[in-house]
């Protein structure tokens, strides 16, 4: 097959990407900075330079392809038009470009964070009305949207947390366990799901491929469901240390909050911090139920928590990382 990613060169899409090539597919990468896509270029990935913006470089991107995976997106913005612009308008785009060279599947990478927090012990499905509690999930949402009014035939994924080989964000975490830290938000009780993310491009591909996945929306995630206690104490397993849980009581993360986002207006930069962000650190639960994906394509997901934090702690040490 011959698939476009978006976002190749950042954590998910380059995992996207190795296993389309493991495949054995022709695959296109659009690219705002070739210099940082070499590695793409050298293990045979045509490249095409431009952004969500650039229109020219969109519908040449798009030409004669089978499916088009949208992974690309902004977590951190100044504001909420910034998020819009990346995460909507840009899917806009790319979903107008799609239309003019005929691709038959468009798959979108989503967010939970579309669709928003789930009650205690009952994990979303998908099928839920959305209420996403952050200007990025309201950006995330739109996106989907553009995606469902598109004559495209299309599939929609919101994996929750991702983790795994290339990830920066939990390998923050990782750095403080290295210390005997883990700070939580809260008691510890939140409920999460989180997916690997080498398994998240498997679940990619059996959504972009399979026969009975248009028109649908899925959380791609592992089954489990943890706590964002057990959570830290798991990146203490895999670290090798017995971590001290630092809880954050409400009032506290909630003003720690508002004065980092607060700093990051007043100095004009982007940050995945605010105010607004601790109405998802206090939510009762982030989870998913990945049962019709893994019904509709027979994907499972191979790394349960364990052993995916344990994977990716030795690939922080081979890559010295850590």
Known sequence: MKALVTGGTGFVGSHLIDALLKRGDT??????TPARAAGLAAAGVHLVRGDLDAHAALREATEAVDVIYHVAGRVAARDDAEFLRANAEGTANLLTAARGSGAPRFVLVSSLAA????????????????????AYGRSKLAGEEAVRASSLPWVILRPPMVYGPRDTEVLKL??????????IFGKGDQELSAIFGPDLAGALIAAGTSPNTIGKTYLPCHPEVFTSRAFAQEIGTAVGRDVLILSVPEPIGRGLLAVIGGAAKLTGT???????????????AWTGDPAALMRDTGWTPGRSLPEGLAETMTWYRAEGWI
Request: proline share 12%.
């Open 270 to 284: 982007a940050s995945v911090l605010s105010s607004e962000k601790a109405d998802e650190f206090f939510e009762t």
């Open 27 to 32: 695959v296109t990468a659009l690219v705002r």
């Open 174 to 183: 990782f750095k403080m366990a290295r210390w005997g830290l883990a700070p």
């Open 115 to 134: 669709g928003g927090p789930a009650p205690r012990g009952a994990p979303l499905s998908g099928g839920e009305p959305a209420r996403p509690v952050t």
